[in-house]
């Protein structure tokens, strides 16, 4: 069988006065009151829970709510979870 011709295709290059040189801001450490904020709010939201276990019907307010408690819990905990990506 005849062998077929192989077709050589030239490397791509960019020109240079397409590329535009960016400059990346540095993005330094956290202020102490966000990992203060971040931290809180997950231990407010692991406090709510463990009110609601203990004394959930005995607490007016935590009465009223039910299972609303269990949301509210989890997405304060949440919040603090997603404020740990921004965390430098």
């Known amino acids: 069988m005849p062998k077929s ?3 050589k295709k030239d ?3 960019v020109p240079q006065d397409k590329r535009t ?3 990346v801001k540095a993005a330094g450490p ?3 009151v966000y990992v203060s ?3 809180g709010i ?3 939201g692991l406090l709510w829970l463990i009110v609601n276990y203990i004394a959930g019907d005995r607490i007016p307010l935590m009465a009223e709510l039910g299972a ?3 949301a509210i819990g989890f997405a304060l905990m949440i919040t603090g ?3 740990t990506m921004r965390w430098r």
């Open 30 to 32: 956290s202020h102490p």
């Open 21 to 23: 040189p960016v400059k």
């Open 42 to 44: 997950m231990l407010i």
């Open 37 to 39: 904020v971040m931290l």
């Open 81 to 83: 979870l997603l404020m």
């Open 11 to 13: 490397v791509y290059t």
């Open 5 to 7: 011709k192989v077709r």
């Open 68 to 70: 609303w408690n269990f």
